[in-house]
Nanobody
Framework: VQLQASGGGLVQEGGSLKLSCAAS????????MGWVRQALGKEREFVAG????????YYADFVKGRFTIARDNAKNMVYLQMNDVKPEDTAVYYC??????????????????WGKGTQVTVSS
């Protein structure tokens, strides 16, 4: 199984960035997908999640209204559109897959698969 995240980079405060995640080696429709981030010296934290069934979305409070998660089941892709980014959004962003959405929201050991991550750096 591979979750290949891309789209990270350096962006100025207030700018936008779109992360993409290409999933392979798994039955995409069996998994809820999400994004988790880890800043230097900090714990991993939930950012956003999206259900396979129904497409319901979930967000951490600190990204509500700024970030949008979406998935394209035909292409086995999941995206994170990041708008109005802030320096505190600087982190490595990981694409994750889990059979239960709460495992993503809780960043628990129940997350089935992790991608390698993509670095997002927001300059002030």
């Amino acid at each position: 199984v591979q979750l290949q995240a891309s789209g990270g980079g350096l962006v100025q405060e207030g700018g936008s960035l779109k992360l993409s995640c290409a999933a392979s080696g798994l039955t995409f429709s069996d998994y809820n997908m999400g994004w988790v981030r880890q800043a230097l010296g900090k714990e991993r934290e939930f950012v956003a999640g999206i259900r396979w069934v129904g497409g319901a979305t979930y967000y951490a409070d600190f990204v509500k209204g700024r970030f949008t998660i979406a998935r394209d089941n035909a292409k086995n892709m999941v995206y994170l559109q990041m708008n109005d980014v802030k320096p505190e959004d600087t982190a490595v962003y990981y694409c994750v897959a889990a059979r239960f959405i709460q495992h993503i929201r809780q960043v628990s050991s129940g997350v089935n698969y992790w991608g390698k991550g993509t670095q997002v750096t927001v300059s002030s």
